[in-house]
């Protein structure tokens, strides 16, 4: 091989390189952001008493389809759509008004079964992907076997498109709050700056447009079907990972 053509395979992978190296290198979700989370059904959380200086329980519990956890001594109480610090409180005050003094009760989220991520444009495996543990954008890239050579330098994201249906994508209007978040991939992704690395939510909707049709003014997703398939936009594989 000459050395036009390795110089020009080297820069082809550099992104590719960039991103991998990122994810194992930066990969953490902080507390801080972890506590923003919303519980859903199936997701198994570890609840842990201690009272009178000895541990009562320690006991895992898995959120029902119907959104609520059998709580010892409390029975069923509502668990999904909120989050775990609000949980833990209202695990709290029935405890230490009817059955302990002072407790400490502490949630953890053991398990994620409820977080859904959409991914379409230029990568790889566009798709409905599945996971069990918070996951950001790159590594949502990641799991999506990595953008194509075609991309271009921003990713949009679309938040809430289960509730809000139809949504438009344009590039030169985020002033309103309905409209995605814009991602600058060429900082992200060529750079390795993880500022931009945003958090995803589950529901999310990522859209990477080809760098010859960055012109989004006409593109519209449509998400139906409780956010089961997405229409408008490629959506062609459902994948599981953990």
Same mark, same amino acid.
């Given at each position: 091989m000459d050395f036009t053509y390795n110089r020009?395979?080297?820069?082809?992978?550099?992104?590719?390189?960039?991103?991998?190296?990122?994810?194992?290198?930066?990969?953490?979700?902080?507390a801080a952001q972890e506590a923003d989370y919303h519980i859903g059904p199936r997701d198994v959380l570890t609840l842990t008493i201690y009272a009178g200086g000895e541990k009562q329980q320690q006991v895992d519990l898995t959120v029902s389809p119907g959104?609520?956890?059998?709580?010892?001594?409390?029975?069923?109480?509502?668990?999904?759509?909120?989050?775990?610090?609000i949980l833990e409180k209202n695990i709290y005050d029935p405890l230490a008004r009817d059955y302990y003094v002072d407790p400490q009760v502490t949630l953890n989220i053991k398990e994620y079964h409820s977080l859904r991520y959409y991914i379409s444009g230029a990568v790889r495996n566009p798709g409905l992907y599945e996971m069990t543990a918070r996951t950001?954008?790159?590594?949502?890239i990641a799991k999506a076997g990595g953008v194509t050579g075609e991309r271009g330098n921003v990713a949009y994201v679309?938040?809430?498109?289960?509730?809000?249906?139809?949504?438009?994508?344009?590039?030169?209007d985020q002033a309103g709050a @309905?409209?995605? /978040?814009?991602?600058?991939l060429q900082?992200?992704?060529?750079? %390795?700056?993880?500022? #931009?690395?945003?958090? *995803?939510?589950?529901?999310?909707?990522?859209?990477?447009?080809?760098?010859? @049709?960055?012109? /989004?003014?006409?593109?519209?997703?449509?998400?139906?079907?409780? %956010?089961?398939?997405? #229409?408008?936009?490629? *959506?062609p594989a459902r994948h599981e990972s953990s």
């Open positions: 020009r395979l080297l820069f082809a992978s550099l992104p590719i390189v960039v991103l991998i190296v990122s994810v194992l290198l930066f990969p953490g979700i902080s959104g609520t956890i059998n709580v010892p001594l409390l029975g069923n109480v509502k668990a999904a759509g909120l989050t775990p610090g950001t954008l790159m590594e949502l679309l938040r809430g498109a289960d509730q809000k249906g139809e949504r438009n994508f344009k590039a030169d @309905s409209e995605p /978040l814009k991602v600058d900082n992200l992704l060529d750079k %390795g700056d993880m500022s #931009r690395n945003l958090l *995803l939510q589950t529901g999310d909707v990522v859209y990477i447009p080809l760098e010859r @049709s960055l012109d /989004l003014a006409q593109s519209k997703i449509y998400v139906e079907g409780g %956010g089961q398939q997405a #229409r408008g936009v490629c *959506l």
